[in-house]
């Protein structure tokens, strides 16, 4: 099989000479370009996203006016063409608009106040070209062309990890600072969270995933406190973890730490940048299609299962009190005049909101747990497609061996944290 995506295979018809000269020609804003050559690949390996298809597209092209030549490569990030659950959920919801937003106008104006304070930080690819009609399309910077990459087959190591949360602590500090600033309407506004609201193509995902984690839960004698223990639960988690997505809304911006959190904050949202010694010197976050102003919970925790490798994840609480220590840093270098955010508050927001800590457990982590590690090589026999969106194909997740020993470890844990009550 592919390493690639099925739907990627194939570029939409419309990404075509014609569509790439009116890029360009916008793009470029010196008089009308002519495309000489162009080449349209996946941009993606199976894996690394789910919300979109993308394409790198490598272009040479002429100003007509003096007949200088050019050459650029970017990423054209739109929906799939296939009918599908995937096709469906993005016409359904407003992650593109979502992330024209942030991209275009959110994410610059917080790297020019990091810029400011003495923290030149890149937060994002940038971006050429977006549109919502006739079709929705997103074109960014090929950040591979600055030496970016995905890391694949391997865990992230404690050097790396602790520079993912340097620089989320720089946007969530920044977001925080808008949030209560005179311009707050800037972040509050983001309000589409993955959970902010009922997405109908995707009403059986929570249902069939806390019937497959129930299931493993009874299935294993050594796990029967922990059954009943969620079992009573169950009924809270869906909307428990929807509150805490609309907390802004719902809390009247008061009571928690609210910050623009990623939304969808994983190992293969992030790419790095390696020195000729291969010792990594920054790192980039990317797609921010789910981008949201709510408690800083929702990233710190998805982090938790979507970043951490499993000898991590036991020293997760050493690592939320390094991010959380940086984010302070960045709120003073900013010279913010609020009362400062205290730890003990980001505790307790932990376990006011473990409802969402189960939903990723039994949701979201079965359907990655060591997808986000292994080579394109060993990804290639994978249909994440399916394995989201088929039920019995979702279920066998559950059953594999490296989740069952994940939950020997962690609910043990979680049981004596409170995060079972």
């Known amino acids: 099989m592919s390493s690639y995506n099925s739907d990627e295979l194939e570029a939409p018809a419309w990404i075509n000479q014609e569509f790439l000269q009116e890029v360009l020609t916008k793009y470029e804003n010196k008089g009308k370009v002519e495309i000489i050559n162009h080449d349209l690949k996946p941009a993606s390996m199976k894996g690394d996203h789910y919300a979109s298809v993308m394409f790198r597209c490598k272009v040479e092209y002429r100003f007509v006016e003096n007949a200088s030549f050019k050459s650029m490569s970017f990423i054209i990030k739109t929906l799939p063409m296939q009918e599908g659950m995937k096709r469906e959920m993005l016409m359904e919801t407003t992650f593109f608009e979502n992330e024209i937003a942030m991209i275009s106008d959110m994410l610059p104006k ?15 690819a940038g971006i050429i070209y977006h549109s919502l009609q006739p079709h929705k399309v997103i074109i960014l910077e090929d950040l591979c062309e600055s030496g970016y ?19 989320l602590a720089k946007l969530h500090a920044v977001s925080y600072m808008l949030g209560q600033s005179d ?14 609201s009922s997405v109908p193509s995707l009403k059986d995902i929570f249902p069939n995933g806390m019937k497959n984690f129930l299931n493993v839960l009874s299935s294993n004698d050594e796990f029967a406190i922990y059954y009943e223990r969620v079992k009573e639960m169950q009924g809270d988690i869906e909307q428990a973890s929807k509150n805490l997505f609309n907390a802004y809304t719902l809390n009247r911006g008061q009571g928690d730490i609210f910050v623009l959190n990623h939304g969808d904050f994983h190992m293969k949202n992030l790419m790095f940048k390696f020195n000729a010694d291969n ?13 949201c102003f709510a408690p800083s919970t929702i990233d710190l925790v998805y982090s938790q299962y979507m970043l951490l490798s499993p000898e991590f994840r036991r020293r997760r609480h050493e690592f939320m009190l390094y991010y959380f220590t940086e984010f302070l840093k960045i709120l003073k270098k900013l010279q ?4 400062m955010p205290k730890y003990s508050q980001f505790q307790i927001a932990n376990l006011k909101y473990r409802h969402f800590t189960l939903y990723v457990l039994a949701i979201i982590f079965p359907l990655v747990l060591d997808n986000f590690t292994k ?16 039920p019995d194909v979702n279920a066998s997740n559950y059953m594999r061996p490296v989740f069952i020993e994940e939950m020997r470890e962690m609910m043990p844990i979680l049981l004596r944290e409170g995060y079972l009550d």
């Open 110 to 124: 917080i790297e020019e106040i990091l810029k400011d304070c003495g923290e030149a930080t890149k937060m994002a």
């Open 149 to 167: 990459d995905t890391i694949r087959g391997r865990h992230l190591t404690e050097f790396e990890i602790k520079a993912v949360y340097r620089k």
């Open 183 to 196: 311009s707050a309407e800037l972040v509050t506004k983001f309000q589409d969270g993955f959970l902010s």
């Open 279 to 291: 010792v990594m010197e920054d790192m980039v976050m990317v797609d921010y299609q789910l981008s």
């Open 336 to 339: 913010f005049l609020g009362e």
């Open 375 to 390: 080579t394109a090589e060993e990804l290639k026999d994978e249909d994440f497609n399916e394995m989201i969106e088929n």
